[in-house]
């Protein structure tokens, strides 16, 4: 391993202490000094998670380089329900299609909101360290669940429960998507295309 790929590793490793500092550990510790409990605890805490995300979100948004990505990411939302819709990929046609798709990760961490305030009414309370070690340790069961929930989501995209639940993530990806130009819509055909061609040689 290079010393390149090693810094690599370490960038990761803060980067994703960061974000459960961010979003995992200070909604609890702001949480815990207003004297909540129960389910109440949980909501409150889900809330403050919900609006840090969302503040994050619309910060790295206004940024130039960031906002160019949201193009991107429009545009592959785009190609995917293009193609998905049945289109014939011309690019003048895939421009037509929205740029918001419920199975996009925007409303994967709505759904790892949803599932943090289930699970965590399930723990009971503790000291205020044991608690916060809870939280942190069951990030992987909280993502697992909200992945199983994203794709039960398009199964029944049709049911009106489900409807519910995937609208706010389908309004968040309207931070995190942008319209994107010709030339990336090119990229994002261009793209898929090629995806799809590698699935079809190892079939």
């Not at 909280?142 to 929930?149: D, K, P, Q, R, T």
Request: hydrophobic letters at 50%.
């Amino acid at each position: 391993m290079c010393i390149r790929d090693s810094w690599d590793y370490v960038l990761l490793l803060v980067m994703l202490l960061v974000m459960n500092g961010l979003f995992i550990a200070i909604p609890y510790v702001l949480t815990n000094y207003l004297g909540l409990n129960g389910l109440l605890f949980n909501v409150v805490e889900s809330v403050i998670r919900l609006g840090l995300f969302m503040g994050y979100l619309f910060t790295i948004s206004q940024w130039g380089e960031v906002a160019r990505v949201f193009q991107y990411h429009g545009a592959e939302h785009k190609a995917i329900n293009a193609y998905e819709g049945g289109s014939n990929m011309e690019i003048n046609d895939v421009a037509k299609y929205p740029r918001l798709n419920p199975r996009c990760g925007t409303s994967f961490m709505f759904f790892t909101v949803l599932t943090s305030i289930a699970l965590f009414a399930l723990i009971p309370r503790t000291n205020y360290l044991l608690s916060l070690g809870y939280r942190l340790a069951l990030i992987p069961v909280i993502a697992g669940v909200s992945y199983e929930l994203l794709k039960l989501s398009d199964k029944y995209r049709n049911s009106a429960l489900m409807k519910m639940l995937i609208a706010p993530g389908l309004w968040f990806q309207r931070l995190t998507t942008k319209e994107p130009t010709e030339d990336m819509l090119e990229v994002a055909v261009k793209a898929l295309q090629e995806v799809k061609a590698q699935e079809s040689k190892m079939e």
